[in-house]
């Protein structure tokens, strides 16, 4: 498939095969409502893994299984091939950052990071020696006398990051840390976080509903939904190889269209064949088509593969987003050329545009922008009846 405009960049591979967390069919209800539905996932030694999806997927119960906030109902959490269900969050060698920092206001940086310390009851020389070490690590030398009321987001969260890794945990959990933060210091902290990951060589998992953070950091993303995980793979794996029409409606933009699959290499939507990259599917097997809308050129309609006419066109800094009416389907496609509305325009697809998927219990619910053109009747009505 063609390279996207998502800046997706490869991370670099710092782990290893060492299984951390194993997750064995994981159960988990809340007032008779399952919110995890068996639950199999292992976590790799120094890997930074993102579980990722919408409020109410199950992310954040995972996380807090994983940390020991949470006893699962049914299953098994392996903790380096020990079972540790009923261990108590203190007892394992992992800690947690939430997005409230919950930092100690009447403390100044120093003794936020060194509270861990302190309990343990470790001597004045080590704990300044590793609050030396850990304000070096998330860039806040000089900041030791500071209020942490006193501290930017960013800041905070630094302190709070550095007081989580001093007492050297196995795994860090972090639960949507860069919520709060605004977007420029949010993306600053993308960075940060993978660099502080990589430089200690230990395992973060992390937990967000920002696809655009999960593919910029992350060694694995495991993308929920309804309790179950749909898929686990690298960011780029997961973009250009979406599993089902959540996954590929959840991350990024898709367009998503029902389909028939007439052989091996060949497939039949919106009124034309075109020829893909996929194979082993039944003849005939009604399927969905991803098409991602970067991943289309727009052409003379003479030169079309398909035809239709723009209903809509946004543009958004580094490309045009044009809404196409194709036999009444809204497609959606990203291109640095400016068409015009009510333009009539082709639309030409190259093979290794098109990803095939299984049918699922989600097919048919995303991918067509109806909704999208909808919503600009509709705020145009209203801006019609204002005028009278």
């Known amino acids: 498939m063609k390279e996207n405009n998502n800046n997706i960049v490869k991370p670099k591979v710092t782990y290893t095969d060492t299984k951390v967390v194993d997750l064995k069919h994981i159960y988990k209800q809340y007032d008779g409502e399952t919110v995890l539905n068996d639950i199999n996932l292992y976590i790799r030694d120094k890997e930074f893994v993102t579980l990722l999806g919408p409020s109410g997927c199950g992310k954040t119960t995972t996380l807090r299984i994983i940390g020991g906030f949470e006893t699962p109902d049914e299953g098994t959490v392996l903790f380096e091939g020990k079972e540790i269900n009923d261990l108590p969050p203190n007892k394992r060698h992992i800690n947690t950052v939430f997005q409230k920092y919950a930092l100690f206001p009447h403390l100044n940086v120093y003794e936020n990071i060194a509270f861990p310390l302190r309990l343990k009851k470790k001597s004045e020389d080590e704990i300044r020696e590793r609050v030396t070490e850990m304000l070096k690590m998330v860039a806040l030398s000089g900041f030791e006398n500071k209020s942490v009321s006193t501290l930017s987001g960013g800041q905070q969260q630094r302190v709070a990051i550095a007081r989580a890794l001093i007492s050297h945990p196995r795994v860090l959990l972090l639960d949507e840390p860069l919520g709060a933060l ?42 929920m939904a309804d309790g179950e995980i749909q898929q686990i793979g690298t960011p780029t794996d997961i973009y250009n190889e979406p599993k089902n029409a959540f ?9 998503i269209i029902d389909g028939i699959m007439l052989s091996d290499y060949s497939v039949r939507f919106a009124g034309h064949t075109f020829k893909c990259l996929d194979k082993g599917f039944d003849k005939n097997e009604q399927v969905d088509v991803v098409v991602r809308p970067e991943d289309v050129d727009v052409v003379e309609p003479e030169r079309g593969m398909l035809t239709g006419q723009v209903s809509a066109v946004s543009f958004k800094g580094v490309h045009y987003e ?31 545009a098109i990803h095939i998927m299984k049918k699922s219990k989600y097919s048919g619910m995303f991918g067509d922008y109806s909704s999208f053109s909808d919503e600009l009747d509709q705020l145009s009505d209203v801006e019609s009846a204002e005028e009278f």
Do not use: C
């Open 322 to 352: 044009i809404i196409v009416d194709i036999k009444g389907f809204k497609w959606m496609i990203q291109s640095t050329d400016y068409v015009a509305p009510e333009q009539f325009i082709g639309l030409y697809i190259e093979p290794d």
């Open 247 to 255: 996954v590929a409606d959840f991350i990024g933009e898709s367009n």
């Open 182 to 223: 605004d977007l420029k210091l949010r993306k600053d902290m993308q960075v940060e976080l993978k660099n502080i990951q990589q430089r200690i060589g230990i395992t973060f998992i992390y937990v967000t509903h920002d696809q655009e953070e999960a593919l910029s950091m992350s060694d694995t993303v495991v993308v």
